[in-house]
């Protein structure tokens, strides 16, 4: 195969515009009664490039693999647009859903969980491309399924065995290796390698690389973990509580994160050279992520936010919007904490109210910061 590398290009693939995907939270014995909504996502706009790699982060329950199902219509939206490759996707149907399918694919956190165990890697392998017209001739298909687990680094005896028979990694190169079958432009990879050991990891996250740069694929990449996204994201998107706070490229987001949300969770990485990390000032987040269901008014952040101001910050909701070139953030006092002109201060824990109305199997997993990083 001829090595392509692999340069953003200035075409625009995917466009989300106010994204937002509520489910109703149902009570009653005889007849449903919808009681309230989870805002899993809230409103998201973003724009991704083909061929680049977009990372999306955030605390468990913040709503990233919503917003990654939604996008490849695998949640169905309650408003707003996704446009792929021009086509408004919410509001396709029939076959025309189903093309467009074929061309996003997703790669999922547990290769175990999303793997049938009851199938060989070959039926695994072939479903997809049978479902799409894309395994017709016996001969181009067996050629087809030895080049995609060469691709995955896997031997052909592969074919013939069952996910159980793998190691993790190896599960997940199975994973990688479905959604490459269909000749995706697309791929959502939701936590590709949090599964794994951290020695595993890099290899996978490399092969993800790797087959960017060969076959010109364009990556929405989901972790809780900044570290994960950080070495393969051109541009890094960081969500709380259904919204995303602050958008730039993953340089500039390290260098010089704006938003209070985004510098906690770069404060909390631990740095290697000790004498700064016993010098360097760490921002802990003060209370519990809110619920969904319930979601704090104005700035979704002010209940932990050291920065948080007596106007605006409580009532009134901050639009992302553009700070510097291609940086954008969600945060009323952007310019004031960029400029140093406001400091931070402690946070009182606010008791998070709970609706009453959150069912158990609605109820987020409320992450910690250290599980974030
Ligand atoms: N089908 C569903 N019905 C009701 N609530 C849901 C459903 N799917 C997700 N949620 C809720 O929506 C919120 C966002 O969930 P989501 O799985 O998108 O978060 P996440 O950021 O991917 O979290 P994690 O890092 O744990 O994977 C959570 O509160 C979750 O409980
Ligand atoms: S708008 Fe206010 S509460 Fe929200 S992040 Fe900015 S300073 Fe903090
Ligand atoms: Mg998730």
Redesign the pocket.
Known sequence: MTEVINEPQDEVLLEVTDLKVH?PIKRGIVVDRTVGH?Y?VDGVDLSIRRGETYGLV?E????????GRAILRLSEPTAGKVVFDGTDVAQLKGEKLRKARRRMQMIFQDPMSSLDPRQPVESILLEGMRAHGLAKDKAATDQRLRELLGAVGLPETALRKYPHEFSGGQRQRIGIARALAVEPDLIVAD?PVSALDVSVQAQVVNLLEDLQNELGLTYVVIA?DLAVVRHISDRIGVMYLGALVEETTSAELYENPLHPYTRALLSAIPVPDPVVEDTREQILLAGDLPS?ANPPTGCRFHTRCPWRQASLCDTDRPQLREIGAGHRVACHYAEDIRDGRIQPHDVEPELVELTGVLSPD????I?TITEIL
């Not at 468990?60 to 917003?67: I, N, P, R, Y």
């Not at 609605?362 to 997993?365: Q, S, V, Y």
């Open positions: 489910f989870v899993a955030g468990s329950g913040c709503g990233k693999s919503t917003l936590e809780h969904p609605a109820a987020p997993d992450g």
